[in-house]
């Protein structure tokens, strides 16, 4: 039930200030993790950090030096960068991958006929 916890305290922070980490805090629910970062991919500028709850100690890691280059090897921004083959029904699935940290990543991209990019 805490599933629907989570969900419902979501579905209450849409479109406020709250959502990003009432979205981390519902995920945590369903699948416990340590760190989440949402970055924004915006063309080729360096990625936004939109939100992170990494600890201080560990955000320059997880959010600086990522900026500082690493992110151009990512498959999030790649796929941000990538258009999309005719027929794909707007939608990419990349396989998990794993860094040398042992992190993995998934994404989805890009809802037909909407200029946003998703990474999931």
């Known amino acids: 039930m805490a599933c629907y916890a989570a969900a419902g305290r979501l579905?209450?922070?849409i479109d406020s200030l709250a959502f990003a980490?009432?979205?981390a805090d519902g995920l945590r629910d369903v699948v416990p993790y340590e760190f989440?970062?949402?970055f924004g991919y915006v063309g080729s500028a360096t990625p936004l950090a939109l939100f992170d709850d990494s600890p201080a100690d560990r955000r320059r890691l997880h959010v600086e030096?990522?900026?500082a280059g690493p992110y151009l090897l990512d498959p999030f921004y790649l796929a941000s960068r990538d258009p999309f083959a005719p027929g794909s029904g707007g939608c990419a699935r990349s396989r998990p991958t794993a860094s040398t940290r042992g992190n993995t990543t998934a994404t989805t991209r890009h809802r037909p006929g909407s200029p946003r990019r998703w990474a999931i």
């Open 11 to 13: 579905i209450e922070a």
């Open 21 to 23: 980490g009432a979205l």
């Open 36 to 38: 989440t970062v949402i």
């Open 65 to 67: 030096e990522y900026q």
